[in-house]
C-alpha cells in the first residue's frame, strides 16, 4: 500500500483532471489499491476455506462480489488521483523494519496457535500481524488510512482468535476472512473519497 496526499499542490488556476485508474496503474495510489485488493482478497477466500461447507457457496459469492466491485472502483472510477507528499524521513526503514518483522512473526503465529490448543487461530492471528504491520506507515507514509486498515484486521484477528481459543473453532478463519473484507471495503471507500473535478476536495488518500 501507498501514501495520499491532497489536491493543493496545484495552483488555483488549474482545473484537477479526473481519470480512471486504468490509465495511471504506476501511479502509487492506484498500483497500491490493486496490492490491497490482492491482499484482502487472499485473506478472504483462504479464512472462508475454514467455514462450514453449507454457507460456504453463498459466502464465497459475496466474497468475488466485494472483490469485483473494489478491482472495478480502483481501476474504472474517474477521480482526481492526489499529488503525493514525500515521506517521511526513515520511511524506507520503518517499511523494512516492519516487513521483516512481520514474517518473522508469522511462523510464531502457528507456535502461538497451537500452545493455547486452538490451532485454527492462527489464520486470524496472521490477519493480526499483516494488519500490525501497516499501523507505522500512517505516520512516515502521511497516510491515515493504514491507521484503518491495520486497526481493522487487528481487531478482527485477535478476535477471531480470542474466539478460537475459547472455543468457537470456526471463529479463527471467519477473523481472517473478515480482516480480508475489511480490507477491500476500506480500498472502496477511499477510491471513492476521491473527488471528481467540481466537487468538494478534500483528498486524504491512500493505496493497499
Known amino acids: 500500500m501507498t501514501t495520499h496526499t491532497t489536491t493543493a499542490g496545484r495552483q488555483p488556476s488549474e482545473t484537477p483532471t479526473a481519470v480512471r485508474g486504468i490509465s495511471a496503474l504506476r501511479h502509487p495510489v492506484v498500483s497500491g489499491g490493486l496490492i490491497g485488493v490482492i491482499g484482502g482478497t487472499a485473506f478472504l477466500f483462504v479464512g472462508l476455506l475454514g467455514v462450514s461447507s453449507p454457507t460456504q457457496g453463498p459466502l464465497r459469492g459475496l466474497a468475488a462480489a466485494l472483490a469485483t466491485f473494489t478491482l472495478a472502483v480502483i481501476l474504472f472510477r474517474r477521480r482526481v488521483l492526489p499529488e503525493l507528499r514525500p515521506p517521511a524521513p526513515g520511511a524506507a526503514r520503518v517499511y523494512g523494519v516492519a516487513v521483516v ?3 518473522l512473526l508469522m511462523p510464531v503465529t502457528r507456535l502461538v496457535a497451537q500452545a493455547l490448543h486452538a490451532p485454527t487461530a492462527q489464520s486470524a492471528l ?3 500481524v ?3 504491520h501497516f499501523l507505522p506507515f500512517a505516520r512516515v507514509f502521511h497516510a491515515p488510512v493504514f491507521w484503518w486498515i491495520g486497526g481493522s484486521m487487528v481487531a478482527l484477528g485477535l478476535g ?3 474466539l478460537a481459543v475459547l472455543g468457537m473453532h470456526v471463529a479463527g478463519p471467519a477473523g481472517a476472512a473478515a480482516a480480508g473484507a475489511a480490507m477491500l471495503v476500506i480500498v ?3 477510491a471513492f473519497r476521491q473527488h471528481a473535478p467540481g466537487t468538494t476536495a478534500a483528498t486524504e488518500q491512500s493505496a493497499a
Open 130 to 132: 499483516v494488519g500490525a
Open 101 to 103: 518483522v512481520m514474517l
Open 126 to 128: 496472521v490477519a493480526a
Open 188 to 190: 472502496a471507500v477511499q
Open 160 to 162: 477471531g482468535a480470542l
